[in-house]
């Protein structure tokens, strides 16, 4: 499979310092200020996922962050929302490999993200084995990389 990944950008360069940033920030335990940078991450690789998504680097990343989010909201016992950033990247990646429209290329990149994506919610499910039943039927939102929110991310959209 030839790799296409998009040109060093300066969304690209962006979304690397502020995953540095909420690494520095969550290994300080400054959990809000960690949140609202990795959310603002995901942000970026959200739409950079919908943009090129046949380049691995950005899938592998937004993939990251999803799991940064996850253990963020674990180690403050926020669980179903831990989960939700686990089963976030799994839903959407099968969600590449069922559309129609999804290229050969697409498809090969998401059953390699799939690999990434399921042994942390393994790990995850028999951690907490009562909230994986809860989390999977209260979280099934959305399959796409968008549009998902959280309560530090809300706070400072409206300031």
């Known amino acids: 499979m030839q790799q296409v990944q998009q040109p060093d950008s300066p969304k690209k360069l962006l ?12 290994s300080k335990e400054q959990w809000l200020n960690a949140e609202l940078v990795y959310f603002q991450a995901y ?7 919908q943009n090129y998504p046949n380049d691995t680097d950005t899938l592998m990343a937004w993939i990251c962050t999803c799991h940064n989010l996850s253990t963020l909201f674990e ?3 926020e669980l179903r929302t831990s989960l939700h950033y686990l089963l976030l990247p799994q839903d959407y990646c099968r969600a590449l490999l069922e559309k129609n429209e999804s290229c050969e290329e697409v498809r090969l990149l998401a059953i390699q993200a799939l690999s990434v994506t399921w042994t942390p919610i393994v790990e995850f499910s028999k951690k907490y084995p009562n909230i994986q039943h809860c989390g999977q039927n209260a979280m099934k939102h959305t399959t796409s990389p968008v549009n998902r929110g959280s309560k530090a991310a809300s706070q400072s959209m409206l300031h």
């Open 43 to 49: 942000e970026v690789l959200s739409k950079e996922c």
């Open 75 to 77: 180690a403050q016992g």
């Open 15 to 26: 979304w690397r310092t502020l995953l540095k940033q909420g690494n520095d920030f969550y």
